[in-house]
């Protein structure tokens, strides 16, 4: 496998280089700022014509191919910018279940940024067995009725729309009774109550609780009980690395750490500095067999364990050089902690491996 840049490649990347030389420091990289000042830098990637680059041209995308979107994420993290605002499982879910009427509606205010969206599926009780959500959704005329309480809602109390799943049909097999529907955040009967994180960061996730809210029946997206196929399409976009661009930042961080180092590395530093690279090729692999059209499936969840593993192994490098006392360190190895729990733990992670390409029937 060749990974040089083409001439092409090579020429977005210098000309990335330039506006992020201009523009990568105005915006904050963590804490709440980062998160309240999010959407100015998701439209002022887009105007620049940096953000949507690989997503379809008539819903407001540059049709590239998905190697400019690794390139986009290595550039952004050697400059220090702000991580891409992480929307590519929403405008996959919506793209692939979604109606040509609820597409064009929505994508472009999504892909754009004027249009702020959160994800609607964890809830106290179903976080991992999301199949056992109990928040519902009732038919009234021409519309349903929303009750239910989410939770861990990514930018939930910035969000002008969220992509929801409520259970329609109570009957049905629980897989099955599902359904998915794009609601309007802005109503009186939807309540949002942050969570603090123990990093300190409050503006990441919410609860949301749903009481009486409405939502138009025709912006189901997909079937009534189709919601679990979408569900399924996102969670899967989520757990690949070459779609999220993590492993450059995770490069980073170790570069970073090895130069306030003095004499032999840490151990953990040492070990991170091999999990970030393994991470590195393993991307750059995805990536090829992306190009040549290969669906990796339940291949997803070898990828999601892969990142946590080299996540945490970052953080414990963290720890080891900064100790307690610098926060910044701290923080990453606090966040760290979580890899292991959000986009589906890793225990579901590898009952998936062991039935789905294993076929050990668990």
């Known amino acids: 496998m060749d990974f040089r840049d083409s001439p092409d490649e090579a020429a977005f990347r210098e000309r990335l280089r330039d506006w992020l030389a201009d523009n990568a420091k105005k915006y904050p990289s963590s804490g709440d700022e980062y998160w309240a000042r999010a959407g100015e830098w998701h439209q002022s990637l887009y105007e620049a014509g940096f953000f949507g680059i690989t997503w379809p041209k008539e819903y407001g995308g540059q049709d590239l191919p998905p190697v400019y ?54 809830e106290p009780g179903a976080g991992s067995d999301l199949a056992s959500l109990k928040t519902t959704a009732t038919r009234d005329g021409d519309n349903y009725i929303i009750n239910g309480h989410k939770i861990w809602t990514s930018y939930s109390d910035m969000a002008d729309w969220c992509l929801l799943l409520a259970r329609t049909d109570p009957d049905a097999p629980r897989h099955r009774g599902i359904s998915a529907f794009i609601i309007s955040m802005h109503q009186d009967e939807i309540e949002q ?37 979408l569900a399924m399409t996102v969670v899967g976009h989520e757990r690949e690395p070459s779609t999220l661009g993590y492993a450059a930042r995770y490069g980073k961080i170790v570069r970073q750490l090895a130069a306030r180092t003095d004499g032999p590395p840490k151990a953990e530093l040492a070990w ?24 990796h499936g339940s291949d997803g969840s070898l990828d999601k364990l892969l990142m946590t593993w080299v996540e945490q192994s970052v953080g414990h490098a963290c720890l080891a050089v900064g100790g307690t006392r610098d926060n910044e360190l701290l923080g990453t190895y606090l966040y760290s902690r979580a890899q292991s729990v959000m986009g589906g733990t890793s225990q579901i992670q590898k009952n998936i491996i062991a039935s789905r390409i294993l076929g050990l029937g668990v």
């Open 193 to 229: 109550r942050p969570l603090q994180m123990i990093s300190g960061v409050t503006k990441e996730f919410g609860q949301v609780l749903f009481d009486g809210a409405v939502v138009p029946a025709d912006q189901m997206v997909g079937a009534p009980g189709e919601g679990w196929k």
């Open 272 to 295: 991170a500095a091999v999990q970030a690279e393994m991470l590195r090729l393993h991307v750059r692999r995805r990536l090829s067999e992306q190009l040549d059209g290969v669906k």
């Open 69 to 122: 979107d690794v390139i986009l994420d290595e550039e952004i993290a050697i400059a220090g910018a702000p991580p891409r605002p992480s929307l590519g499982y929403l405008v996959t879910g919506l793209g692939h279940h979604g109606s040509e009427e609820l597409r064009r509606r929505f994508l472009p205010g999504m892909i754009n940024g004027t249009e702020r969206w959160c994800q609607g599926f964890s």
